[in-house]
């Protein structure tokens, strides 16, 4: 049982990226799916989610230029950030939505100005 995230990078601002998160083990299309991030010094926040029948939220600060959307049959989370800003630079983890939480390793957005 585990999640793999991949897909950081560096990038200039303005640009875009695209963070996957493959699951393996589990019953993936049953689970919602987060996207956090971390800040150094920083707790983990919320950016985004999306539910088993795939209704998204966002972080107020991600609205409306990053994405999260889901294959079921890849087994797939994905987070399509555009109009990246250098305050978006951090460590990105996927997660599985459950009582039991499942977290992928992290993967470093460095968002250059």
């Known amino acids: 049982v585990q999640l793999q995230a991949s897909g950081g990078g560096l990038v200039q601002a303005g640009g875009s990226l695209r963070l996957s998160c493959k699951a393996s083990?589990?019953?993936?299309?049953?689970?919602?799916m987060l996207w956090y991030r971390q800040f150094p010094g920083k707790e983990r926040e919320l950016v985004a989610g999306?539910?088993?029948?795939?209704?998204?939220n966002y972080a107020d600060s991600v609205k409306g230029r990053f994405t999260i959307s889901r294959d079921n049959g890849k087994n797939t989370v994905s987070l399509q950030m555009n109009s990246l800003k250098p305050e978006d630079t951090a460590v990105y983890y996927c997660?599985?939505?459950?009582?039991?939480?499942?977290w992928g390793q992290g993967t470093l957005v460095t968002v250059s100005s």
């Open positions: 997660k599985r939505d459950s009582t039991v939480g499942l």
């Open positions: 083990g589990f019953r993936f299309s049953s689970y919602g």
């Open positions: 999306i539910s088993s029948g795939g209704t998204t």
